[in-house]
């Protein structure tokens, strides 16, 4: 394959990523995170069939040739994306990206402020708090498979939000962060930090969306979670980007002594997105669940694989990913939960649930333990099915037509788990993006 | 007959056991009849070949709504011709509140694209909810998921009023309800009762038919109906039992 010696692709070129990194001489450390990251996005190779952490997904369309670091976008562009980017009525903060260029930084009510409250864009918070970004930027490899996507990510390092709650401030307002790609082509790394301090209470809603619903665009995404002693971390993400999107997601779910965090994903865009998520139980009593939900369509292919990691004992940790399937789409499920020696009285649960609405669609679930300790409450569990025939003649003896009543069984599905998003309107946003997906498909 | 339901000579079989053996029955609209018979009879069967449920398969026979032959469509066509089943045993559907669950078929009866008008339609659901005791905040659960027997009963009659078939046809509606329950239902089904609509109720016990009075009262044994009469035929049952019926029929 000619792709990756391809010169005119702007995020493969060496020089344009150095003079980029350049921008950035002022803060030593950070052009040497970037720098590392080229080092190893060049040292490491594309995931091929045969590796274990990619089994089941289609590594042969998987390329990164032909991408570009747009320009900033138009005014008037700027203009129509902000105005259709309010999902939410009066969010603590809200932040817009258009192709990674931040163009609407976000304002903090002053008694946020005056509280500590930092929500910046990340090139804003390199400048104001570099402490911050030192500790908890980057701190995990990714190790479910995605190391190269996560070394152009950290190459090319600009884009995303910062979000810190301090010690004991609880807000409930959501902060939410919109990220649209809107140039053909277009590549984006965008970053999302949250660390909530002890005791700290926080709402984050992430839109990832297209301008036009063609676009060919490339979003290798990053989020690092870390709630404190007793914080609470409620993250709702919605990848929604355009239908010829390659999308990847590498998050890290850090959940510290009686941490709350959920983490609910949602799927909609891309040809192919991927997800990995590691939770990381890392204190006594922390209770992390994760959850995901998509509808695919098409051949779409969503990669979800996840990583439980108890390394503290008495914690809980609980994941619930449902997908449906039309048409010729393809899921793959592969999660692992981990138990150290000493991470006794755990309770890790694990569920893949997938609702087949086609007899071409496919999905696959590989779920795994590996428990060191004796005394635990683990479990996981993988169904695929069709909708079950007694509740679909329910519905039909009502009247309602084959057609919607799949679809209504199918948001059924679904609801599990978006009853599980703390903002009721995020929520419906979603259900009526599902909606809709389901009347084009 | 124009205005009736019309089952003619109907046959229907699951797997290859046959269960109604030529069943014919008319009810005339404005009416009510009864069904009674002992357990595994085909009442149900009946019940479910009407509605279209693909589990069973028609032999021979036939089945009019108003003249419009309904063996053969599919259980959405039926149900929007003019046919409810109350079920016997109404299934669960996670995730679909009742509120969505009626809406969609209310909108499948619209026509293509016209509005709904959600404002009347909550207006219409409460009020149907209040004469049946129903509290308001099952608009929101899901449909009959972690329903008590008497509250599934109850939803079923619910979607019967928001739904206002030509013809119902009641499953055992009556059983898993207490007294009082009991009389709210016979009272909404009672007030449905009129010259635009027809009843078929199946039930075991002659205490539902002193709530609803029926003006036929039919015995279906072994996938047929034996016996017809009016509504002293069901209080007859009631002291006799069946094996007089299957006394009779031994000696006919
Ligand atoms: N899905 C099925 N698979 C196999 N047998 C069935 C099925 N449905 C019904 N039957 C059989 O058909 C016969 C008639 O059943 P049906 O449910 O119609 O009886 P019923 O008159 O409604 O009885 P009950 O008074 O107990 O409700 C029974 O013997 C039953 O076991
Ligand atoms: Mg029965």
């Known amino acids: ?441 | 007959m124009p205005d009736s339901l019309v089952i003619k000579n109907l046959n229907a079989s699951i797997g290859d056991r046959a269960i109604l053996k030529d069943f014919s029955l008319t009810v005339p609209k404005g009416e009510v009849h009864a069904i009674m018979g002992p357990n595994g009879t085909g009442k149900s069967t009946l019940a479910k070949v009407l509605a279209g449920h693909p589990d069973y398969s028609v032999q021979s026979g036939e089945a009019f709504i108003d003249g419009e032959q309904i063996i053969g469509q599919e259980p959405d066509a039926i149900a929007r011709a003019g046919l409810f089943l109350a079920f016997q045993y109404p299934s669960e559907i996670p995730g679909v509140t009742i509120a969505n669950f009626i809406r969609a078929a209310l909108v499948a009866r619209q026509a293509k694209g016209a509005p709904f008008d959600a404002k009347a339609y909550y207006a219409e659901l409460y009020a149907k909810m209040d004469t049946l005791k129903m509290d308001r905040k099952f608009t929101s659960r899901f449909v009959n998921e972690g329903f008590s027997g008497g509250e599934k009963k109850r939803c079923e009659i619910l979607q019967l009023m928001m739904l206002k078939p030509k013809y119902a046809v009641l499953d055992e509606t009556d059983s898993g309800l207490d007294i009082d329950a009991l009389r709210i239902v016979s009272e909404g089904v009672n007030r449905l009762r009129g010259p635009d609509m027809g009843f078929l109720v199946i039930t075991h016990y002659q205490r539902l038919l002193e709530y609803i009075v029926p003006d036929r009262v039919h015995i279906m044994y072994d996938g047929r109906i034996v016996h017809s009469g009016d509504k002293d035929l069901a209080i007859e049952l009631e002291a006799k039992g069946y094996d007089w019926v299957k006394k009779d029929l031994a000696s006919a």
């Open chain 1, 1 to 441: 394959m000619s792709t990756l010696t391809s010169m005119t692709s702007g995020i493969l070129d060496a020089t344009l990523q150095q003079n980029e990194t350049k921008r950035f001489a002022s803060y030593d450390w950070f052009t040497q995170l970037r720098q590392q990251g080229w080092k190893n996005f060049e040292s490491l190779p594309l995931p091929k069939r045969d590796d274990e952490k990619w089994r089941f997904s289609d590594t042969r369309s998987l390329s990164l040739a032909d991408f570009n670091i747009a320009t900033a976008p138009s005014e008037a562009d700027t203009d129509k994306l902000i105005a259709q980017s309010h999902f939410i009525t009066r969010p603590a903060g809200l932040i817009i990206h258009i192709d990674g260029h931040c163009v609407l930084r976000p304002a903090i009510a002053p008694e946020l402020a005056a509280q500590g409250v930092k929500f910046e864009s990340l090139e804003d918070a390199l400048r104001h708090h570099p402490a911050l970004l030192k500790e908890f930027l980057l701190k995990h490899e990714a190790n479910l498979g995605g190391a190269k996507f996560l070394a152009l990510h950290q190459a090319w390092l600009r884009a995303g939000y910062v979000l810190h709650v301090p010690k004991g401030v609880e807000i409930k307002q959501p902060f939410v962060s919109v990220n649209w790609t809107l140039t053909e082509g277009a590549a984006i790394f965008p970053h999302a930090l949250v660390v909530a301090g002890d005791h700290a209470k926080v709402s984050i809603q992430e839109f990832n969306l297209s301008a036009l619903p063609q676009l060919r665009a490339l979003a290798i995404s990053a989020a690092d979670l870390h709630a404190g002693t007793g914080a609470q971390i409620s993250r709702f993400s919605v990848q929604a980007w355009g239908k010829n999107t390659q999308s990847f997601e590498i998050a890290n779910t850090c959940g510290g002594r009686d941490a709350l965090i959920t983490s609910v994903n949602a799927a909609l865009g891309s040809r192919r997105a991927r997800l990995e998520n590691t939770v990381r139980i890392e204190g006594p009593g922390a209770d992390v669940r994760l959850y995901g939900i998509s509808v695919a369509t098409g051949e779409q292919e969503f990669d979800q694989r996840t990583l439980q990691i108890h390394s503290a004992g008495k914690a809980k940790s609980d994941l619930l990913f449902k997908n449906v399937l039309l048409n010729k789409a393809r899921t793959i499920f592969s999660g692992l939960i981990k138990v150290a020696p000493d991470a006794q009285q755990t309770d890790a649960y694990q569920t893949n649930r997938n609702l087949l609405l086609s007899p071409e669609a496919e999905a696959d679930s590989l779920p795994g333990l590996e428990i060191e300790a004796n005394d635990v409450k683990c479990s996981h569990g993988a169904t695929t099915g069709q909708v079950n025939p007694e509740e679909l003649f329910y519905l039909l003896a009502r009247g309602i037509p084959m057609a919607v009543a799949q679809e209504l069984l199918a948001e059924g599905f679904l609801e599990e788990v978006l009853s599980k998003v703390d903002n009721e309107e995020a929520a419906a946003v979603v259900r009526e993006m599902f909606r809709l997906k389901f009347h084009t498909a």
